[in-house]
């Protein structure tokens, strides 16, 4: 191919690239460069902003509050493993050629392209004393009176937490779903063929060769899971007695209610730092996995 060519291919490319990379500069990596400043400061946009060096991080690690929101966060990370497991299940069962397999492929999907504010005011409901969760739990003999989930400070956080494996399912299922089908059929009919059953194939076979398609979501599920914001927000508010409270809740809280900005840019940093971590031994556990079948 002439070198005029591939020269009118990168410049296309980059064209269509740049309305993403304009996106991201101005509204990631800029709030992200003016952040790293602002957490040192006591931050006024009416007064005189003044610099006070390391004290909001010395505030935030004596601040019982955002502790407790930071713990909340912590615990949200039993959520990965839960939905990691589970949409491997799926992503196996309708990766089959089965009559009605493209329904349930769609099926799975539908929560992923709902929006989170409507699937948490729907799950909210459903969680009330009177909703549905009751009613089905009721029926079937697994409880004897109306339990108020989100207003219970013993389940209001594990009934978030639900939401999100619930929803999160699908999208983790299509990338599973798309590496199930990138491994190579003639290994698993040699692993049959010296006898492994279908659990011992999936086992020894299909789940090492996904090992990079596990790191991949689990990387993604932590951030999100240490992220969490928006189903929090709307089913709980990080109540009842902020037992429900996360660190992306708080951070709004003080940044956009209590106008402490620099404070929430603080707190912002130490949970990047925190995900930063998780990434690191995430990156560190899929490299002992399987990440060098694929070189």
Not at 55 to 66: G, H, I, K, L, T
Not at 109 to 130: D, H, L, Q
Not at 284 to 292: D, E, Q, S, T, W
Request: some cysteine.
């Amino acid at each position: 191919m002439p070198l005029h060519h591939k020269t009118r291919r990168y410049i296309f490319a980059y064209a269509m690239l740049l309305p993403g990379i304009i996106f991201l500069l101005v509204f990631t990596f800029y709030p992200i460069i003016f952040g790293l400043p602002l957490a040192f400061t006591n931050y006024s946009a009416l007064a005189e902003t003044q610099w006070v060096g390391w004290r909001n991080f010395e505030r935030a690690f004596a601040d019982a509050d955002f502790l407790h929101s930071l713990k909340n966060s912590l615990l949200y990370v039993i959520v990965v493993p839960v939905i990691q497991f589970v949409s491997i299940l799926m992503a196996i069962l309708v990766n089959n050629n089965l009559k009605g397999v493209q329904f349930f492929r769609v099926a799975y999907f539908i929560p992923v392209v709902t929006s989170m504010v409507a699937v948490a005011i729907a799950w909210k409901w459903m969680f009330e004393e009177k909703g549905i969760v009751n009613y089905i739990l009721k029926s079937v003999g697994l409880i004897d009176s109306n339990i108020a989930y989100l207003n219970n400070i013993d389940t209001a956080l594990f009934a978030v937490m639900f939401v999100t494996v619930w929803k999160g399912l699908g999208y983790y299922m299509m990338i599973y779903l798309a590496g199930l089908q990138s491994i190579p059929s003639e290994l698993q009919e040699a692993a049959r063929i010296d006898g492994a059953n279908r659990y011992q194939v999936i086992w020894h076979v299909t789940i090492p060769l996904l090992k990079p398609f596990v790191l991949l979501c689990s990387l993604l599920s932590v951030m999100a899971a240490i992220r969490v914001f928006d189903e929090v927000y709307v089913m709980t508010g990080g109540g009842p007695a902020n037992s429900s409270m996360v660190t992306g809740l708080y951070t709004y809280n003080k940044a956009f209610k209590d106008f402490d900005f620099g404070y929430a840019a603080a707190i912002g940093l130490i949970v990047a730092l925190i995900v930063f971590v998780f990434t690191v031994l995430t990156f560190k556990f899929g490299k002992k996995g399987g990440l060098n079948y694929y070189g």
